[in-house]
């Protein structure tokens, strides 16, 4: 039985975590889980700093709001949601089944999850560029 | 296919386990409420300096938005560490990683108590 130590074909244990080709399907979902999650912590920090022109004063504020509602903003605010609904769901999926309930129907929680994430995001998406 | 090993990851621990997902379910509850009450609710959906004055000031929404700092950090930050845990730190590294994480933890929470206050002051 070759270990992840003693298997000769097996990366090092870093590069591992990018190894997208031997994963089963379930994985996906939590690949997916953790790259929401990095994008989401880095849109909660950027959320949390440019807040602070707040205390500048009514200009920057403003100046800053005129800057958002630009296209280019608006789509990375759909990334945003698009990112925190999949995790969302995605997490509420992993708390019940971590707690052993719906553990036999997991792989259709994650199609719903995918689903739901799909609809949200069209609905979303027409919302953010034509309201 | 690759053989696992189904013991435990080192450096996880069953508590940060229990409050992600503790912290994970208040997330979606306040963040539906932080939505609904910055965006639904005030006329400009709080993308004017007065109404953002006015909206710190109204009472119970410093509370709400502390405790969804709160959690939210918390939930992140354990969050990152649990990914961090894939890629097999050392011990000594993940003791390094640690205090980074709750050093980043309470600077953030600092910060949106300090933002907080200053915003009530300059309504004022």
Known sequence: ?131 | MLERSTAPKAGENTWLWLLKIISGVLVIVLLFVHLVVNHLVPTEGLLSYEEVIAYVTTPGIALMEMTFLVVVVSHSLIGLRSIILDLNPSPGVLRVVNWVLTLIGVAAVVYGIWLMQMLVAQAA
């Open chain 1, 1 to 131: 039985m070759a270990t992840a130590q003693t298997d000769p074909h097996a990366r090092s244990n870093f590069w591992k975590w990018f190894d997208a080709f031997r994963r089963a399907p379930g994985m996906w979902a939590y690949a997916l889980n953790r790259l929401s999650a990095i994008g989401l912590t880095v849109y909660l920090f950027m959320h949390l700093i440019v807040l602070r022109t707040l205390t500048e004063g009514p200009q920057a504020y403003d100046d800053f709001v005129a800057l958002v509602k630009s296209p280019v903003f608006v789509f990375g605010e759909l990334v945003v949601v698009i990112g925190g609904v999949y995790h969302g769901l995605n997490g509420l999926r992993v708390a019940l089944t971590a707690f052993g309930i719906g553990v036999p129907y997991q792989k259709h929680m994650f199609y719903a999850v995918l689903i739901i994430t799909a609809v949200v995001s069209l609905v979303f998406g027409i919302h953010m560029f034509t309201a």
